[in-house]
């Protein structure tokens, strides 16, 4: 026999093997557990969980609240709780099927457990615990109450068994345990509280002013608790259950039950099956865990939570907080007062917002509030309602993904100009050879024009609009949108935070609200149309003098003072890939269509000479601000420059190099010049003021390879570069980081961009472009060509034959930072290669990618295709971790993928 005696602090202490134990716990909230043999066990002082084990044990929990757990039927057999006192606890863990009949007999049917009055040897009062094959004794005049799942607490009342008839019992003068048994009975309990068990039968509980526990036990019971903090329990059948005053616990546990809170905070957890739950005037917290439940929040800030299944959630008049859990929910706002500051933590796909029983007096509004009352608008982070027409929202729905809580819900109306709205996924669409409109939706969506004077519409969202030729419209609406408009005259709607490009032809940017945002190619002939907007005046370059809605034009931006503050509220800034400054000048005087402008200077048929004065304090090439036009330009034209400030006199130099130290060299072709116009490209100009040699070349024709390494300094022309190459292999490296323009001709030609977003165009060889980083464009023209897109939003195009698209795993990321593939043919060859990804970096060495189709990621290391969208993850969120675009593309077969 083993002895175990422990301090007066918490421990866990354990008897040997099969021994007769003596374990003493001492003071703390120990752990005694006895394992085989007919062990003692004795708590001593504080809270203690005693675990007797095998045979017959004799345990004491001594002072405090304790904890009896047996585990299997054998560990009950034969045990005795010599001082059982009300505050102790028994868990019967294996008994959670286990029927509880009190004080009758077994009926013969098994799986029961029944608890009798007995008196022990010594004539003390005691209590029986039976199951078919155990026995366990409970000394001291005490009973039993089940609490749910083989727990039974300990209480010192009397208690007042019923017969199998329908019968009234109570109410009594203590806090007595009403024990109605059989039959359709009424249980009412006194002033004092106590316990009201239904057991069989479809009965009536009646709580009193005291901290009540009613248990309906089997059948369709009511159980009304009154006054106090009151435990209501349901257990079997439709029950229905009712607080009343005071803070209750109420369970319906199995059935389909109605469960009813009070003037407290009340907490209501249904069970199983499809159970009602209605919140009272408190601060209540409703669950309906299993089934699909109808939960509605009172008057308080609830908490409410479906649990499984399909539930229908309703707030009530305070700010709530909702949550639907597993299955399709439906979140019902009926009246205005139900929608106050309101939160939905886990909106997902399946799930709904239902605002349709106010449709009488509320409507949809557009991507704004445009000034009628009652304008449900759909924003980022939910739903907002204008009540008045002031365009401010008055009352809010605050709706998040579980998965990314910090990111904004797409939500968009089952049907358009409905008040019902569903989780929607982004739209991929392409368009025809002919005139599209094609529509978005509220997610982060990518819109593709093609051919055609096409009209594309992102709505809500982080969209990608691409225009492709023609004369297109692009009106991306709420989000940071990347507009492209691609070639042709477009008209681009520009909206707050939006990233634009023209692309080619010339194009307007159109701007209805006061927001700021970035024109990335804005050229020559293009506009800023700002007369949607109304109270703005022009005022050029001039300060601003605290007058409401003027505009200035400062270096490559517009900036606008809206309320006449003298400070800007907005800015649109602009960059002109040719390497100028612009001056904007107003189409018409007050019109607020403001056109890019410079000089032109044109040559004729004979020798022309041109004289310019220059500021040497420019950081680029100007004439009063704005860049200047040599175009038909022939060989043997002049080009002078006058200094200002003693720079230095400028020197001419022809296609023999250059030498000297002048600040400023001039190179002109001495070849016939071909095309309209050229911005800068028969001027060669380098200057760098903290210098006083530079070096320009003028390599006219050669042959063979050919190594040209382009460094500007930066505080000098930091713009456009061009090289033309005019056929064999050649390798151009541009170490400048600024926005290059590479052209290859007939050969094997390597481009590569660096930094700057580049254009690199390819010919008719096996060229290989590298657009380095930025957000670059890439054709590889004719042949077999390999893309590497590299860091930035890249357009990538392989042309004809079968074209090798290269990607590491920082070249592309996801929605307006991905990569776009605009002409992926699988029969023409094309092969998208990412062998350089690894699908799982924490395993050493590379892992290949999973090919699952269209289907979502289960795992992480898979790759999928769908919508035009190929999409990578590999960190286990189940969240793509890379994309790109494919612009035409339907279906992409594995077979042409390098995974």
Same mark, same amino acid.
């Given at each position: ?50 675990? #007797? ?79 078919? $094959? ?120 199995? #059935? ?140 809010? +729905? ?5 998965? $990314? ?92 935070? $939006? ?93 607020? +269509? ?71 060299? +001039? ?17 060669? +100009? ?103 897109? &590299? ?54 060495? &590379? ?33 793509? $971790? ?18």
């Amino acid at each position: 026999m083993a002895t175990v005696v422990g301090g007066s602090s918490a421990e866990t202490l354990g008897g040997v093997g099969s021994e007769f134990d003596v374990i003493f716990g001492q003071g703390g909230a120990d752990t005694l557990t006895g394992g085989a043999g007919q062990d003692t066990l004795a708590g001593g002082d504080g809270d203690d969980l005693i675990i #007797g084990g095998p045979e017959a044990d004799r345990l004491s929990g001594g002072n405090g609240n304790d904890i009896f757990r047996f585990a299997t039927v054998i560990d009950l057999a034969g045990d005795v709780i010599g001082d059982a006192r009300p505050g102790d606890r028994l868990e019967l863990t294996f008994a959670s099927d286990l029927t509880f009949i009190g004080s009758a007999a077994f009926s013969g049917a098994g799986s029961e457990l029944r608890a009798e009055k007995i008196t022990l040897n010594n004539g003390s009062a005691g209590l029986r615990l039976q199951t078919g $094959d155990a026995t366990l004794t409970l000394a001291g005049g005490v009973y039993i109450v089940p609490i749910g799942a083989g727990a039974f607490d300990v209480v010192d009342n009397q208690v007042i068994n019923g017969t199998n008839a329908g019968e009234t019992l109570g109410p009594t003068s203590g806090a007595d345990t009403l024990q109605a048994l059989g039959g359709d009975d009424v249980v009412r309990l006194g002033l004092a509280g106590g316990a009201a068990l239904g057991m069989d039968g479809a009965d009536t509980l009646i709580g009193g002013n005291g901290a009540d526990y009613l248990n309906g036990g089997n059948g369709d019971d009511v159980a009304t608790g009154g006054d106090g903090y009151d435990t209501l329990l349901g257990l079997d059948g439709a029950d229905s259950l009712s607080g009343g005053a005071g803070g209750d616990s109420i369970n319906g546990y199995a #059935g389909a039950d109605t469960l009813l809170g009070g003037s407290e905070n009340d907490n209501l957890s249904g069970g199983s099956e499809n159970d009602l739950l209605i919140g009272g005037s408190g601060r209540d917290t409703l669950g309906g865990n299993g089934g699909n439940d109808t939960l509605i929040a009172g008057d308080g800030a609830s908490s409410v939570s479906g649990g499984e299944g399909d539930d229908r959630i309703q707030s009530g008049s305070g700010t709530d907080t909702l949550a639907g859990g597993a299955g399709n929910d439906r979140f019902v706002f009926a009246t205005l007062d139900s929608v106050y500051s309101d939160r939905i933590v886990d909106f997902s796909q399946g799930d709904l917002v239902d605002l349709s029983a106010m449709s009488a007096f509320l409507r949809l509004a557009p991507d704004h509030f445009t000034g009628i009352a009652g304008e449900v608008l759909v924003t980022p982070g939910g739903i907002e309602i204008d009540m008045d027409g002031d365009r401010i929202a008055d009352r809010s +729905i605050r709706i998040q993904d579980p998965n $990314d809580p910090a990111s904004h819900v797409p939500l968009e109306p089952i049907t358009a100009g409905n008040l019902v709205f569903r989780y929607g996924v982004p739209l991929y669409l392409s368009g025809t050879a002919g005139d599209d409109q094609i529509r978005g939706s509220n997610f982060d969506d990518s819109l593709s024009g093609l051919e055609g004077n096409d009209t594309l519409l992102g709505g809500l969202g982080a969209d990608s609009l691409f225009g492709g030729t023609g004369s297109d419209k692009l009106v991306g609406g709420s989000g940071a949108d990347l507009l492209r408009g691609g070639s042709g005259r477009d008209v681009i709607v520009v909206g707050s935070d $939006d990233e634009v490009y023209g692309d080619g032809g010339i194009d307007r940017f159109i701007f209805d609200q006061v927001v700021s945002a970035f024109i990335a190619d804005f050229n020559y002939g293009d506009r800023i149309d700002l007369s949607a907007i109304g109270g703005l005046v022009f005022i050029g370059t001039n300060e601003f003098t605290n007058s409401p809605g003027q505009v200035r034009q400062g270096h490559e931006y517009i900036n606008i003072d809206y309320d006449g503050d003298g400070q800007a509220d907005a800015s649109i800034y602009y960059r002109d890939d040719e390497g100028a400054a612009l001056t904007l000048v107003e189409t018409s005087p007050g019109s607020l +269509i403001l056109e890019a402008s410079r000089p032109v200077f044109a040559g004729s048929a004979g020798l022309d000479r041109f004289t310019v004065a220059v500021n040497p304090g420019l950081t680029s090439y100007a004439v009063n601000g704005n860049a200047v036009v040599f175009r038909d330009l022939a060989a043997g034209d002049v080009i002078t420059l006058n200094f200002s400030g003693g720079v230095g006199t400028p020197t001419y130099r022809g296609s023999s190099g250059f030498s000297g130290n002048d600040p400023w060299q +001039i190179v002109l072709r001495e070849q016939t010049w071909v095309g309209e116009t050229y911005v800068l490209k028969g001027l060669s +100009i380098n200057w760098d003021s903290s210098k006083t040699t530079d070096t320009l070349l003028d390599l006219g024709n050669f042959n063979g390879g050919l190594l040209v390494n382009i460094v500007s300094s930066s505080d000098g022309l930091q713009h456009a570069v061009t090289l033309t190459a005019t056929g064999g292999a050649h390798r151009r490296v541009f170490g400048d980081g600024t926005d290059n323009l590479l052209l290859a001709r007939a050969g094997g030609d390597t481009l590569l961009g660096v930094a700057g977003a580049d254009t690199l165009l390819g010919a008719s060889g096996a060229d290989l472009l590298n657009g380095g980083m930025g957000n670059d464009m890439l054709s590889g023209g004719g042949g077999n060509d390999t893309l590497i897109g &590299r860091a930035g939003a890249d357009t990538l195009t392989g042309g004809q034959g079968p074209d090798l698209f290269f990607f590491n795993d920082a070249d592309s990321r996801r929605g307006s930072n991905r990569d776009v593939i605009s002409d992926f043919d699988a029969h023409d060859g094309d092969i998208i290669d990412l062998s350089s990804i690894d699908a799982d970096p924490v395993t050493a060495g &590379r892992q290949s990618f999973a090919f699952i189709g269209e289907a979502r990621f289960s795992d992480s290391g898979q790759a999928r295709y769908s919508g035009g969208v190929l999409q990578l993850e590999w960190t286990g969120d189940g969240r793509p $971790d890379f994309e790109i675009l494919f612009i035409g593309t339907p279906a992409l077969p594995e077979a042409h993928l390098v995974l």
